[in-house]
């Protein structure tokens, strides 16, 4: 009979233990859950404009294009995956198209990359991190530690990137590359911005510059 209670109780103690596993997994796991949405929330109510303003002259001829191409894979650089959504100029002409800020915030980081050539990094007011690259040039004046509102100029759409070397442009046709990053547990961690671009498709400024 005392064997028959000890078998049950190892059998009680493993059941429970479990149990208790499932429950904590499922805990943690919907915690997770619940911080990547409040995360996105973040996001969503952070942006305000499409990057690329459109043309008032000639919204054809200056207009642009993206698609979902987020974790396509990329070559340059070693195998790697595409954090970020391209809108591509219709003009394949570096300098020709304004890239504005989507959201207010500050300037985190600006100068050269390997992979992004010019880019510009804008801490929104939510604490997400917007990620412009291969631009041509900065607008005039701007510095890291700078606040941005949503819509102020930050440079101008270029091919500039895919070397060690300052300044580098030609590797690819001129685009904007869009990234969108949020601190996880202190990793910086990519999310698609083709759905956030989507949205924003309509709600673009207008600029009246043309040559
Ligand atoms: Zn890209």
């Given at each position: 009979?005392?064997?028959?209670?000890?078998?049950?109780?190892?059998?009680?103690?493993?059941?429970?233990?479990?149990?208790?596993?499932?429950?904590?997994?499922?805990?943690?796991?919907?915690?997770?859950?619940?911080?990547?949405?409040?995360?996105?929330?973040?996001?969503?109510?952070?942006?305000?404009?499409?990057?690329?303003?459109?043309?008032?002259?000639?919204?054809?001829?200056?207009?642009?294009?993206?698609?979902?191409?987020?974790?396509?894979?990329?070559?340059?650089?070693?195998?790697?995956?595409?954090?970020?959504?391209?809108?591509?100029?219709?003009?394949?002409?570096?300098?020709?198209?304004?890239?504005?800020?989507?959201?207010?915030?500050?300037?985190?980081?600006?100068?050269?990359?390997?992979?992004?050539g010019y880019r510009i990094g804008v801490?929104?007011?939510?604490?997400?991190?917007?990620?412009?690259?291969?631009?041509?040039?900065?607008?005039?004046?701007?510095?890291?530690?700078?606040e941005v509102k949503a819509g102020e100029?930050?440079?101008?759409?270029?091919?500039?990137?895919?070397?060690?070397?300052?300044?580098?442009?030609?590797?690819?046709?001129?685009?904007?590359?869009?990234?969108?990053?949020?601190?996880?547990?202190?990793?910086?961690?990519?999310?698609?911005?083709?759905?956030?671009?989507?949205?924003?498709?309509?709600?673009?400024?207008?600029?009246?510059?043309?040559?």
């Open positions: 009979m005392a064997r028959v209670r000890r078998v049950f109780s190892y059998f009680l103690l493993f059941f429970v233990l479990v149990a208790l596993d499932a429950w904590l997994f499922l805990f943690f796991y919907q915690q997770s859950l619940q911080g990547q949405e409040d995360h996105l929330e973040a996001v969503w109510e952070d942006i305000v404009y499409f990057p690329v303003p459109q043309s008032a002259y000639d919204k054809e001829r200056f207009g642009v294009t993206f698609a979902d191409s987020w974790m396509d894979s990329r070559k340059f650089g070693g195998e790697r995956t595409h954090e970020g959504c391209d809108i591509m100029a219709s003009l394949n002409e570096r300098g020709k198209y304004p890239v504005v800020s989507m959201s207010d915030g500050y300037i985190e980081k600006m100068g050269w990359l390997k992979l992004g801490r929104s007011t939510r604490g997400v991190y917007f990620y412009y690259a291969h631009l041509s040039d900065y607008a005039p004046g701007l510095a890291v530690g700078d100029l930050l440079g101008f759409m270029g091919d500039t990137g895919y070397s060690e070397t300052e300044g580098t442009t030609g590797y690819f046709p001129v685009h904007l590359h869009v990234g969108i990053y949020l601190d996880e547990d202190g990793k910086e961690k990519s999310y698609n911005p083709y759905p956030f671009l989507k949205k924003l498709e309509g709600s673009k400024l207008t600029y009246w510059i043309c040559d």
